[in-house]
């Protein structure tokens, strides 16, 4: 019983996904931009729907950020997705495959030390036959908020 509930999980579960964060600067000022590129990395085989979506009722692959465990406002930069037919979708559809390049801005806080920045990406992936349930993946880098440079006072 037990090795054919594992056989169905794995025909259910979709493979692991890949997400790796770069920034361009590890180390910014209070309230400065953060240039961010989130990577995500799609097995070979599978596929993930573009964002924006070529249909409503299609999933598309998002990344959203946190700071210290609370979400913070981001802009992303999605490329354009790939058309592509499939068994499931007989007209054209924008997917991404492969590695994906997702460039992403937010903005530093006002308070100065060392932050933690998640980012989280959602998709679905799917295949030529079927979609797998939506999943989320996580990663994690440092974010070091400098003091704020205090001007120098100049004697009258």
């Known amino acids: 019983m037990t090795a054919a509930l594992s056989a169905l999980l794995a025909l259910l579960s979709p493979p692991g996904v890949d ?3 770069r ?6 000022a209070p309230r400065a931009a953060v240039r961010a590129v989130a990577e995500v990395e799609i097995p070979d085989g599978f596929h993930a729907y ?24 981001s802009r992303c930069l999605y490329p354009k997705g790939t058309p592509r037919t499939f068994r499931l979708d007989p007209a054209p559809v924008a997917v ?5 390049r997702i460039p ?16 989280i990406a959602s998709l679905q992936l799917c295949d030529d036959a079927r ?3 939506p999943q989320e993946v996580s990663t994690e880098v440092a974010l070091v908020v400098r003091q704020p440079v205090k001007p120098l006072r100049r004697k009258p």
Do not use: M, N, W
């Not at 920034?23 to 910014?28: G, S, Y």
């Not at 573009?50 to 406002?73: M, Y």
């Not at 530093?108 to 932050?115: C, D, N």
């Open 23 to 28: 920034l361009e600067e590890v180390e910014v």
């Open 131 to 133: 979609c797998y349930p």
């Open 104 to 119: 992403c801005e937010l903005r530093a806080p006002e308070t100065p030390g060392r932050k933690r920045l998640k980012a």
């Open 50 to 73: 573009a964002h924006p979506t070529s249909l409503p009722e299609q999933i598309p692959l998002t990344v959203r950020f946190q700071l210290d465990g609370k979400p913070i406002e």
């Open 19 to 21: 997400l790796t964060l």
């Open 96 to 100: 991404y495959e492969g590695r994906v």
